[in-house]
């Protein structure tokens, strides 16, 4: 299944891209996913442990199981105001 | 409760929006905050800051945060506006007005809405130094 995956505020910067399709098996977990995006991206991994993961527009734990076609958010904690 | 939900490149107009306001009956409250880009971040000087957003997260995760205010407290009306883009130094990038029957709740409201804001929205600013 095909996932895309989209990259928010400085970590645009660490992967060098705002977005970017992952191919992977089904049964995925956002976790599992993290971890792939992690290992392709290292700079990604220094901020592993504050990273928030939201699929489509709700945040999601790590154990949520992905679908084909779904849009993976990974960013850094939120700033607004 | 009415809500009304604004994120835009736009400047805030605080007057329009003061003057665009719209008081249901029975109520007695009305508390705005305006958040204004400050001219140091940290110990840095800065000109202004640039706000990015998911925009369509963003807008979901407001109208969450809606909801939870008005099974909480008797808001009759709630109006936010974020800025996205470059803003400058002293210039609002939030804008914020609850209406309700008394303060207490409108005070209450207004402070929960700003705090889930800041753990829930994804907004991001990036200063830019002097």
Same mark, same amino acid.
């Given at each position: 299944m095909?996932?895309?995956v989209?990259?928010?505020?400085?970590?645009?910067?660490?992967?060098?891209?705002?977005?970017?399709?992952?191919?992977?098996?089904?049964?995925?977990?956002?976790?599992k996913l993290?971890?792939?995006?992690?290992?392709?991206?290292?700079?990604?991994?220094?901020?592993?442990?504050?990273t928030?993961?939201?699929v489509?527009?709700?945040?999601?734990?790590d154990?949520?199981?992905?679908?084909?076609?779904?849009?993976?958010?990974?960013?850094p904690?939120?700033?607004?105001? | 409760?009415?809500?009304q939900?604004?994120i835009?490149?736009?400047p805030?107009?605080?007057?329009?929006?003061v003057?665009?306001?719209?008081?249901?009956?029975?109520?007695?409250?009305?508390?705005?905050?305006?958040?204004?880009?400050?001219?140091?971040?940290?110990?840095?000087?800065?000109?202004a800051?640039?706000?990015?957003?998911?925009?369509?997260?963003a807008?979901? %995760?407001?109208?969450?945060?809606?909801?939870?205010?008005?099974q909480?407290?008797p808001v009759?009306?709630?109006?936010?506006?974020?800025?996205?883009?470059?803003?400058?130094?002293?210039?609002?990038?939030?804008?914020?007005?609850?209406?309700?029957?008394?303060?207490?709740?409108?005070f209450?409201?207004? %402070?929960?809405?700003?705090?889930?804001?800041?753990?829930?929205?994804?907004?991001?600013?990036?200063?830019?130094?002097?």
């Amino acid at each position: 299944m095909i996932i895309t995956v989209q990259f928010w505020s400085y970590f645009a910067d660490y992967t060098g891209c705002k977005k970017t399709e992952i191919e992977t098996e089904n049964g995925t977990t956002l976790a599992k996913l993290h971890e792939r995006v992690c290992e392709q991206f290292p700079k990604l991994a220094e901020a592993k442990n504050s990273t928030l993961k939201a699929v489509g527009v709700n945040y999601q734990d790590d154990d949520f199981m992905l679908s084909d076609g779904d849009e993976v958010s990974f960013f850094p904690p939120v700033q607004g105001g | 409760m009415k809500t009304q939900l604004t994120i835009s490149i736009d400047p805030i107009d605080e007057a329009a929006l003061v003057k665009r306001r719209e008081m249901g009956d029975g109520m007695g409250a009305v508390v705005c905050f305006s958040g204004v880009v400050r001219g140091r971040e940290g110990h840095a000087s800065i000109t202004a800051i640039d706000y990015e957003a998911h925009e369509e997260m963003a807008r979901h %995760q407001f109208g969450l945060i809606f909801e939870a205010i008005e099974q909480r407290w008797p808001v009759d009306s709630v109006r936010l506006v974020h800025r996205l883009g470059l803003v400058p130094v002293n210039e609002p990038s939030l804008w914020v007005e609850v209406i309700a029957p008394h303060r207490a709740e409108a005070f209450a409201a207004c %402070q929960f809405l700003i705090e889930e804001m800041k753990q829930k929205v994804p907004i991001w600013k990036k200063p830019l130094p002097a």
